[in-house]
């Protein structure tokens, strides 16, 4: 026989066994302080409990069951991802503004008819060669 409690989570009171409890109060408070910085983290903690408590709800449901333990805390968890799961996808989400790589393409030839020497062939010339155009001329 083991010790129960009675939760609310996401607004759904949930029986849950007291170890699972612990585990299940560990993690949250672990996505609390994640979340602290953030300006939307209530938003986002809350978003999260009430995932966890649907979850539940379809495990009681599923399982024919009244008290969430320990296994489907840990199912649970595993579904929605630890801490540093979370850390991976933020490290992916930024942009790496810090690398600055100028690609050059392909170079083309081109005629440049504003330096008009022989129909701007010379100065397309010019351009791609990085030389100034003068085909000979003067």
Do not use: W
């Not at 009675?6 to 408070?29: P, R």
């Not at 805390?73 to 595993?78: F, L, S």
């Amino acid at each position: 026989m083991k010790k129960t409690i009675i939760i609310n989570i996401g607004n759904s009171i949930i029986h849950i066994e007291e170890d699972a409890y612990e585990i299940l109060t560990a993690y949250l408070n672990e996505i609390k302080q994640h979340f602290a910085k953030n300006a939307d983290d209530f938003e986002i903690v809350t978003d999260i409990e009430n995932r966890i408590a649907e979850m539940f709800a379809e495990i009681l449901e599923a399982g024919k069951k009244q008290v969430i333990e320990i296994t489907d805390v840990q199912n649970v968890i595993a579904q929605m991802g630890s801490v540093k799961d979370f850390i991976g996808e933020e490290e992916e989400e930024t942009p790496k503004a810090q690398q600055h790589v100028n690609y050059e393409g392909a170079k083309k030839l081109y005629r440049d008819t504003d330096d008009g020497v022989i129909a701007g062939v010379c100065a397309g010339l010019g351009h791609y060669l990085n030389i100034e155009a003068r085909c000979g001329l003067g």
